[in-house]
Structure formats: structure tokens, C-alpha cells
């Protein structure tokens, strides 16, 4: 991963040997947040690049992490969502759920309710299915 000045120049401002391939980054004050592809959160200093904490999730993810208010939403491509604070500090898990059985899509936030596209095996077919979580 590398920072580069956005003036033109193409200046390296800084690296590191973390990979990130598929899950986009969030920025939020002074800090990037991420997930790794094989599971991994990840929080950066923006302007060193340095490492300031990680936590092991689970599986593999191919969905981007969603930042709602403090709270970070990331689901793994086996269905199951985390939500850890986007805490420069330390990592919080605070919770993990599970919806379907194969998800590679991002959920979408709006109006207090989660749009989440999953998957499920039903009767040897894979059924793909939109839900809508809240009120």
C-alpha cells in the first residue's frame, strides 16, 4: 500500500508491505481503516502510514467495509458481518452476525435500514436474495 501526493508530482509519501486487493479503505479524521481480503482489520496513521492496531476477523472478504456514524460494517464472503468502532486507539469488535451463505456484496445504508444481497443453498440451487434490515 502507498500514499502518494495528490499534487501531481507522483511523490511517494509513504509505503508498506500490506496488501490490499479487493475490500476499498475508509478514511475517517486522521486514520484509514480497512479490512484485508484474507480477514484482517487494519488501522493507519494517514499521514506516516503507520500500523497503529489490527484485529483477525474471519474469512475471506470481497465486500468493501461501510463506515455508519463510529461503527464499522464489513461482511465475509461466507455471510457473516462484523461491526468493530472506528476507534484509532484500539480494535472493538462489538458484534457478528450471519445472513445467507455466500456474500460478495457490499450493504448499503439508508434510511436506518441495511440493504444486504446474499446467497443461500435452496433445495441444491443457489438462490440470491435481497433483505431489508430495520424499520
Partial sequence: MSAVKADGSGEVVWENNTRMYV???LIKGDHIFSV????????????TGK????GRLGGT??????????RIYVTNEGGETY???????????????KLGTEVFATPTFCDSRIFMRVSEEIEG???????????
Fill in 125 to 135: 440451487k443457489r438462490q440470491e436474495m435481497l433483505f431489508c434490515i430495520g424499520k
Fill in 83 to 97: 461491526i468493530f468502532k472506528a476507534n484509532p486507539k484500539k480494535f472493538e469488535l462489538l458484534a457478528e452476525n
Fill in 51 to 54: 500500523q497503529v492496531w489490527k
Fill in 61 to 70: 472478504f470481497s465486500s468493501s467495509p461501510v463506515l455508519v456514524g463510529d
Fill in 36 to 47: 484485508t481480503d484474507n480477514g484482517v482489520a487494519i488501522c493507519w496513521d494517514v499521514k
Fill in 23 to 25: 475490500p476499498s479503505m
